[in-house]
């Protein structure tokens, strides 16, 4: 398994090739968007090491796209691009709406507790299919996950360089049941 470069200054994962599809060089892309369009709507998509791939040609196969890829013409060079990390530049993305962010925006802020104490700062997030998932680093200890949510993180401020977590019981405790009596359970 090799080792996927870091994420490239002002670039913005959009999509991951996987498997080879047949023998003519095809190549299953999983698209990390809602939009099937942002597959070629940006133009040519490059790997974090700098090759550009432009799609010549998709079509949707269940829970990702075939695509050509101009250059790629047998299996053995699809079969080289296998977990392929594909990007594209930041600044070629629409604006979001008020209440949308982009992944690249939430990495990096700090993460305030309610009363306004920095807890640490948000260093990926994640959606396993349930939701988005911020995982925090705090400023001490080992990561964690916080669910995305509203009621988790009720507010996001970009410009001001910051999440704020909700006053929500067991949300950062190790062990909720330590503050409540009742969820302790004889043995």
Do not use: W
């Amino acid at each position: 398994m090799r080792i996927q470069p870091k994420t490239p200054d002002g670039m913005v994962l959009i999509a991951e090739i996987g498997a080879a599809s047949g023998v003519k060089g095809e190549v299953r892309i999983k698209l990390h968007s809602d939009d099937p369009a942002a597959l070629t709507a940006y133009g040519a998509l490059q790997s974090a090491a700098g090759h550009s791939y432009t799609i010549s040609k998709s079509r949707p196969a269940k829970t990702v796209f075939v695509c050509t890829l101009d250059g790629v013409h047998d299996r053995s060079a699809a079969e080289a691009l296998k977990n392929t990390r594909l990007y594209i530049s930041r600044d070629k993305l629409p604006e979001p709406d008020a209440d949308e962010f982009y992944h690249i925006d939430l990495e990096g802020l700090d993460v305030q507790q309610a009363d306004g104490t920095v807890f640490g700062t948000v260093s990926a997030v994640h959606d396993f299919g349930a939701g988005d998932i911020l995982e925090i680093a705090p400023s001490e200890g080992e990561t964690l996950m916080i669910p995305f949510s509203l009621a988790a993180v009720p507010i996001v401020d970009i410009a001001g360089g910051f999440v704020k977590l909700a006053d929500l019981p067991g949300l950062l405790d190790e062990d909720p049941s330590e503050d409540d009596p009742a969820a302790k359970k004889d043995i």
